[in-house]
C-alpha cells in the first residue's frame, strides 16, 4: 500500500478535492506508476457531469510517469520505465485481437465505470472506497496503477510532461486521420472543431498526411487563428451564413473527409452535404446517448458517401503511440502549441479554463 495524494471528486461538489489517500499495491498483471504529469481531456467532465460513475472518483485518464512496482505476472515493464497510459482494453476479445482495443466488447467496464473487472477499487481513505482505474487509470494522482495492456513504453528523449494526452485526445485526432481515414497524400480535409482533438487531426491532415486543403471549423477566431498556426490551409467560421458556400468555393466538388469532434449535430447533418461523391464523414465526438442525426438516403445512395464512427483514432497503442512521438519529435506534429501546464494544487482552475476554451489542452504537473 503506498500513501498517494489525489484529486477527488466528492458527492456533494464538483470542485476536485486534493486529498492523502491510500493505493493498494499491484496485482499479479498490474503497474503502479509515479505520474509525472496528466492531460485533462473533456471526458473527465462528462464522467463528472453524468452519474454512471461512482463518487467519490479519482479522475483523470492521460497520465505519463515512471514505472515503481510491477505485479508478478507483469514481464514487459520493470521499475524505472518510463511510460505512457492510454486506455484499458480486456486483450481476448475479437477485437483487441485485431489489434482495435477501441471496439474492445469491456470498453464500458474497464474504462468508465472505475473498477476492476473483479468489481473491486484500488484507492481508499482509512475503510471508505475510492473509485479507481478510470480508464483503467485514474490519473489526477501522484501515483496510480494500471494493468500491463494500456502502458506503452516512451523514449528516453521525450520529455515525459507532454506525453500523457497522447493517450487519449491526441491519438484520437491524428488516429482518425491516419488510422481510420487514411487520408492520403493531396486529399482534402475538413476538421469541426478546433479543440484538442480536432487540431491534433488538422496536424496530423496537414505535417503527416500530406493533404492538399485542410479546413478547420470552429466558432471562435482564436482557435480558428490556432489551427492555422499549426497547419490548416483554411479557416472557417462554424456560425458564419455563407457557411456553405465558402467550403464550396474551397473545394467545389466537394470535401473528401469531414472528421467531426464537436458533436453539435445540426453542423453534422449539414457537412454532409459538403463531401464529395463517396466522400467520408467521421463521428469522433463524444455523442450523447441516443442524439440521432437524420440525412437524405436517396442522396446519400446515390453519391456513395460513407459515415464512419471512430473510438481512440483507431489506435493500435502499443504501434501508434510510438509512431505519434516519434512524429512530435520529429516537428510533425506540434501539439506543443496548443498545451497550458499547471501545477496539481491549481487543477480546479485548469478545468475551468480548459471548460471555457480559454486553454485547448491542459496539463497538471505532479509535486517533484
Ligand atoms: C471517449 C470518447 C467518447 C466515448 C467514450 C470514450 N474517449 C476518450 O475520452
Ligand atoms: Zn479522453
Redesign the pocket.
Known sequence: MTQIQAAVLRPDSNTLVLENIELEAPRENEVLVKIIATGI???DMVLRDASVTKRPVVLG?EGAGIVEQVGSDVIAFKPGDRVAMS?SSCGVCPSCAKHVPGYCTQFFPL??LGRRADGSTSLAKGSEPITSHI?GQSSFATHAICSENNLVKVDDAIPLEIVGPFG??FQ?GAGAVLNSLQVPKGASVMVLGAGAVGLSAVMAAAHIAAAETVIAVDIHDSRLELARSVGATHCVHGASNEFDSEIKSICPAGVDYIIDTTAYLPLVERCVNLLVSQGTLALVA?YALNAKVSFDASMFMTSGKKIQGV??GDSDIKEFIPRLLEYYKQGQFPVDRIIKYYDLVDINQAIEDAECGATIKAIIKMPA
Open positions: 481531456c473533456h471526458t485518464h486506455f474504462n468508465i480508464f487519449c485526445g484520437t463524444g473510438m481512440e
